[in-house]
């Protein structure tokens, strides 16, 4: 590694430290219906939409309608979206004449794009049309990250208030999380991105003459107005196939920075609105800390498997699977964080990172997309995690474990379970069956120890509603785009909903004043404690599987036998 | 009770009949209370079909009999905890059933008096109860006085007074009248009395869950489902794994290997002992002569963070006591401490007795014999409001001490044309203020000086208080006295907050305040007066000595009625819940070791190649014999460390008044360090000794 990519590294983290509380008090500002300076500008979009859907935004209510109000809207965007798919041959906007789309397929993507995981057992440049990216596919990258948003401020609702059974109003916190948050930036982010080079129009793929005097077929379409929102709302579904590797999705250094940097703000960000909840920024902080102690371990560990020496290749930097354009720090820098935070947008090849490396992506999605983690989703993921944590420890300082002065008792353990068993039972036995079934196999383009990878990978991505993958399977078989898509589901509302739940219970209980008798939870020692926890109950639950997979695969590789 | 010769951990009765025990709990309707073990026990069994499976198809395997072997010891051990902490208790309610005899009962209906069965007494009737009488059932006193010997249920041989009316009325049924008559109204129904209450308790029978511990089994549950479900796919990652190495699937994992694995995760630690840990917590109140109504009541002491502690016995000392003579002009103050002592000698009340040490202590006078100096003892009235002594001197003049109220006094001396003077008058609005009694002392008409009464706070109570606040606890002082008075003593003992002039409905708004405010809130107290303000705290410890209704109301009993037990109960709740915590945090770290033993023995074989020794095997970083005895190993280490820790469940961890983090360190360095590195160590010691 040079000097410049350590610089640009703590550039990165910098920035993020930066743009935290900014982030932080602007989102707090709108969930908490204060004046911010959005409001003039689009306050009145805001008024109208409650008028034509009829809701009074001030009007509060329990965990169970929030939770229903939140499952009918998704439910109702993924039949739209399924419908649109399987009868795009007769909607306007496909100038490429794309055919319709198989009905897994089609229930696959529905379910990805809906549950913000943006898995694609597509390719998008052969298979969707225009007005299946623009109309359904962006439509939800923007809803499913407000879906996400409006979970995590119902959780902090709970976490704050105390003796009511309201949550919050999903309808108003879909809205506002859309129109102030994720759209004016989105806007922002798609002009810098064209100012880059990315492009964005309707016109029909152009044919070119290369220099080798070949034909090629360049695809074109409304791509930075996705690309914008495919970062910010840490949905990753390229607008091309090839992801944020494609030049006209990811043509500079310089956009590359600006879109990894995309994917971390809002979850960054939501730590700080979270401290302002519960009025001690310090707590928001200490997640912050957590989450970014994880991170550089990852980015820590994937840098140096990726620049170790790899004696199948004569030790030369592995650049298969790499951009030149961007090298190999930034290729690990975006695959680390795309993982962390459940984005899925690639720069590089996953497929063909060292073994370490995979299994750090792995391994950062397996722990449920909590390191910043997807828009929303990776704070209420972490908060199961805490309240495991407080659960265990807290007992050790001889008190009923409490959090932020809210006891933790057996109904927020169970929930906190479910969630977490939510994702293991969709990597762990749908991995299992992939494993030993000739339609799970029979879609693998690599032996050994690596085809087991990506069968656990591609799991790992659906649980986490990640949405990358490790590109040498193809997933889009029966067997895989159903099953990933149940997964996706599970993934996501087997968390919600327990989430959504342990909202209600907290909110509903009092809230007993700190003192010295308390379990800290603001300190380094509850930092250090979380992630033993988290790597503990994460590691024991994935171990026999990674070892199997990467660690082997790894072992193998040192010893130069290949598959 | 006879607490007082504390059983000791393992005394052989006990562990012969715990051993016993274990193996009658293997009973499956009661194993699968515990859910963790119950899946061990499934394990056993299924491990235990293979083996005899093995034998008929002529193919035996030593290893496998092994691992099933240990998987019976990891039940049993388990089961031996519980019966263990079950067995303390039994022998503590066998004693308590010997005192429990046929009792005949002396039921008075009208005038008639019938001779029935105790068990046959309802609630309502009433009993005659005479010297060497055992009262039959739990009541209270309606009618006359009597001395009652309750050692059968404090273990205190003192006789306690017990007299109709106030606050000390309720008897217990099972103590013996030892003088006087009293007439007894029953309380409570047969079979539901006091002694049956503490029987089924200390035995554990009726012990339900507690809220803290149903949440725990619900933790240990998931992630033993968790664990289960990391196992049960296992064999199909290793069918890919096999298939990729060129290998026979006939190799995947066994059966007992895949349980092996299982049991070595899920959290048979904690899961083994939780219901000892839970029995003995109650059982460590009992050592303390404290009984708890439910086990969720010495939970929730440990949550207790503001205690309301009476002044009086609490703090102070009963009585107040002198501590200094101040004289008059022109008297010395030897003069002023002798008549102070004269005037006390028959006064047998505490203060009286304080006076007569005092000037003993301060100038060596001796306390004299009353009558021997023709002298009349005048005591205390209501309506005088001061005592004292009449001499008879040679004269024939009779000399006359008193002591009493500054307004008693001045009346007295003006009455004998005495002069009662401002300087006096000042004392004793400073000693007021102060907190203190001033008591004047005069001889006939004239004024000696004052004798300093004070309420003295009890030795050792402000560490005690700042303990306490270190544990983040609040003290609240609750007195009748005026505010002035309260905050001296308030100042002195070191408490975080007072109550003054306090009446039993300022204590119960007191209570709901704290409790709106998200604190829970402990009291003690003795009288039916307190009994709405006992049953509104989170913990109410009622005095063994109280009315019947405080006893029913508060979810504490204290048998030695001491009111500095509160804090007591608060350290063994607190000691209850962090044991809990330690043995999860040492059981999930733990896990972490077997992996490394286990994972590189099962996967030994992939991607061999020739050698028959794989990469996977680089993870045995504890450099294992055989595969074989890795697996053992890691086994006969979980069923051992749940006997090694029966002597912690037990006695709880070591518990120390210090802020929730210094706790939280030092628990973690122990169980969560220690549970990490420990196992590494035990796993490799058996190894070696398996492979010897």
Not at chain 2, 533 to 562: F, K, P, Y
Request: aromatic share 8%; with cysteine.
């Amino acid at each position: 590694m040079t000097i410049q990519d350590f610089l640009q590294i703590a550039l990165f983290i910098a920035l993020l430290i930066g743009l935290t509380p900014i982030m932080g008090n602007f989102m707090s500002k709108v969930f908490n219906g204060e004046k911010h300076f959005m409001l003039p500008v689009l306050g009145w979009l805001e008024r109208l939409t409650y008028k034509f859907i009829r809701i009074n935004p001030d009007e509060e209510t329990n965990w169970k309608s929030y939770t229903f109000g939140l499952l009918a809207f998704n439910l109702a965007g993924f039949l739209f979206l399924f419908l649109i798919q399987v009868f795009q041959a007769y909607l306007p906007l496909n100038p490429a004449n794309l055919t319709n789309v198989s009905w897994h397929s089609a229930f696959n993507t529905a379910v990805s794009f809906m549950t913000n995981t943006n898995w694609q057992g597509y390719a998008g440049e052969t298979t969707m049309s225009y007005f299946v990216q623009m109309i359904g596919l962006a439509v939800q990258n923007f809803v499913s990250a407000a879906t996400g948003i409006a979970v995590v401020i119902a959780l902090i609702r709970g976490i704050s208030r105390k003796s009511t059974d309201k949550i919050g109003n999903f309808w108003t916190d879909l809205t506002r999380a859309t129109l102030y948050i994720l759209l004016p930036l989105s806007i922002l982010f798609a002009v810098v991105l064209v100012s880059q080079g990315v492009v964005q129009n309707f016109n029909s793929y152009e044919t070119v003459q290369t220099l080798q005097g070949t034909q090629q077929v360049l695809p074109m379409g409304p791509a930075a107005s996705q690309i914008a929102i495919k970062q910010l709302g840490t949905n990753g579904g390229g607008f091309f196939n090839a992801n944020a590797a494609h030049p006209f999705e990811n043509p500079t250094p310089f956009s590359n920075f600006l879109q990894i940097l995309a994917i971390f703000i809002i979850p960054a960000g939501l730590t700080y609105t979270y401290g302002r909840f519960v009025k001690s920024s310090r707590q928001g902080w200490t997640i912050f800390a957590a989450m970014m102690i994880l991170f550089l371990a990852g980015l820590g560990i994937s840098l140096y498997a990726e620049y170790s020496a790899n004696p199948i290749f004569g030790n030369l930097p592995l650049m298969e699977g790499k951009e030149t354009r961007f090298g190999i720090t930034n290729s690990v820098l975006f695959s680390v964080v795309t993982t962390d935070a459940s984005c899925g947008a690639v720069n590089a090849m996953h497929d063909s990172l060292s073994p370490f490396s995979g299994m750090v992506a792995m391994i950062n999605m397996m722990l449920g997309e909590i390191i910043f983690g997807g828009v929303g989703a990776g704070l209420y993921g972490m908060v199961v995690f805490i309240i495991l944590t407080v659960f265990i420890a807290g007992l050790m300082v001889g008190r009923t474990p409490e959090y932020l002065g809210k006891k933790i008792e057996a109904f927020e353990v169970k929930m906190a379970i479910i969630a977490n068993l939510s994702t293991s039972f969709v990597i762990l036995v749908f991995t299992a069956w992939a494993s030993v079934s000739s339609y799970g196999l029979s879609s693998l383009n690599n032996a050994g120890p690596h085809g087991f990878s990506e069968i656990l990978y591609a799991y790992s991505s659906a649980a986490g509603n990640n949405g990358s993958a490790f590109a040498g399977l193809n997933a889009n078989t029966l067997f895989y785009n159903l099953t990933l898509g149940i997964g996706m589901l599970i993934g996501r509302f087997g968390v919600i909903i327990p989430i959504l739940a342990i909202a209600g219970s907290l909110a509903s209980k009092k809230t007993t004043p700190p003192s010295l008798g308390t379990f800290r939870t603001d300190n380094w020692l509850f930092i250090g404690l979380l992630i033993s926890v988290i790597l503990i109950v994460g590691g024991l639950t994935y171990f026999p599987a990674l070892s199997l997979g990467p660690v082997v695969e790894h072992f193998l590789m040192n010893s130069a036998i290949t598959f | 009770m006879s607490t007082k010769h504390k059983t000791s951990l393992f005394n052989k009765k006990i562990v012969l009949q715990a051993a016993a025990d274990s193996i009658n709990k293997l009973n499956p309707v009661s194993l699968i209370k515990n859910p963790v073990i119950f899946i061990v026990g499934i394990g056993a069994v299924l491990t235990t079909f293979v083996v005899f499976a093995g034998i008929f198809q002529q193919a035996f395997s030593s290893f496998n009999l092994q691992i099933a072997i240990w998987l019976w010891f990891t039940v049993l051990f388990a089961n031996f905890s519980e019966a263990i902490a079950e067995g303390r208790g039994k022998a503590q309610a066998d004693t308590l059933r010997k005192n429990r005899t046929q009792t005949k009962a002396r039921k008075l209906e009208g005038k008639q008096e019938f001779s029935i069965f105790a068990t046959e007494l309802k609630k309502g009737d009433i009993v005659v109860c005479e010297t060497g009488d055992v009262i039959p059932s739990d009541g209270e006193v309606i009618e006359g006085v009597a001395s009652v010997d309750e050692s059968a249920i404090t273990g205190e041989s003192a006789p306690v007074i017990r007299e109709s009316g106030g606050d000390r009325s309720a008897v217990t049924g099972g103590t013996k009248v030892i003088s006087d008559r009293i007439l007894v109204q029953i309380t409570s129904e047969p079979g539901n009395t006091f002694i049956d209450r503490m029987i089924s308790l200390v035995e554990g029978a009726k012990r339900q869950k507690t809220p803290n511990e149903i949440a725990l089994s619900i933790l240990l549950s998931g992630l033993s489902i968790i664990f289960l479900l990391a196992v049960v796919t296992l064999p199909a990652f290793f069918h890919y794994g096999l298939t990729a190495s060129g290998l026979s699937l006939t190799q995947n994992l066994s059966l007992p290997v895949l349980i092996a694995l299982l049991v070595c995760l899920i959290p048979t630690t904690i899961g083994g002992l939780l219901s000892a840990i839970g029995i003995s917590g109650m059982d460590r109140l009992l050592q303390r002569n404290v009984i708890a109504t439910s086990g969720r009541a010495i939970e929730a002491a440990g949550d207790v963070d503001v205690l309301l502690l009476d002044k009086t016995g609490t703090i102070t000392l009963g009585n107040r006591m002198a501590t200094d003579f101040i004289p008059a002009e022109n008297v010395s103050i030897e003069k002023l401490a002798d008549a102070a002592q004269l005037s006390s000698l028959s006064d047998e009340t505490p203060e009286g007795r304080s006076i007569v040490i005092l000037a003993k202590e301060k100038f060596n006078i001796r306390g004299r014999e009353v009558h021997e100096m023709n002298a009349v003892f005048i005591p205390f009235t209501a309506q005088s409001r001061m005592s004292g002594v009449d001499l008879k001197t040679e004269g024939g003049h009779v000399q006359q001490i008193r002591k009493g109220s500054s307004e008693a006094i001045k009346t007295f001396i003006l009455n004998n044309n005495g002069f009662y003077p401002q300087k006096i008058q000042e004392i004793v609005s400073e000693l007021a203020q102060q907190g203190a009694t001033p008591l004047v002392v005069a001889e006939d008409n004239k004024v000696l000086g004052v004798i300093h009464l004070k309420d003295i706070v009890k030795g050792g109570i402000k560490q005690r208080f700042a303990e306490l606040r270190k544990m983040g606890i609040k003290t609240v002082m609750i007195t009748g006295d005026n505010s002035l008075t309260a905050a001296a003593i308030a100042a002195e003992a070191g408490v975080d907050d007072f109550m003054a002039e306090a009446k039993p409905e300022d204590k119960l708004r007191r209570i709901r305040e704290e409790q709106a405010n998200g604190h829970l809130v402990g009291m003690i107290g003795d009288g039916t007066n307190d009994a709405p303000a006992l049953a509104q705290a989170d913990i109410g410890i009622a005095m063994n000595s109280g009315t019947q209704a405080a006893r029913e109301a508060g979810n504490m009993v204290d048998l030695d009625s001491n009111p500095t037990k509160l804090i007591e109960v608060v350290e063994v709740g607190k000691q209850l819940l962090m044991t809990r915590g330690a043995l999860t945090t040492f059981s999930i770290a733990n896990d972490v070791a077997k992996y490394f033993a286990i994972i590189p023995a099962i996967a030994i074989s992939l991607y061999s190649g020739k050698t028959g020794i794989g990469p996977l095997s680089a993870l045995n970083i504890m450099n294992l014999g055989s595969p074989q005895s890795a697996i053992l190993s890691a086994v006969v280490f979980n069923a051992l460390i749940i006997m090694l820790l029966v002597p912690l469940a037990l006695k709880g961890v070591r518990y120390r008044p210090v802020s929730a983090n210094q706790a939280l360190m030092r628990n973690l360095l122990i169980f969560g360090l220690g549970g990490l590195i420990a196992p590494f160590a035990g796993i490799k010691i058996i190894d070696i000794l398996i492979n010897l």
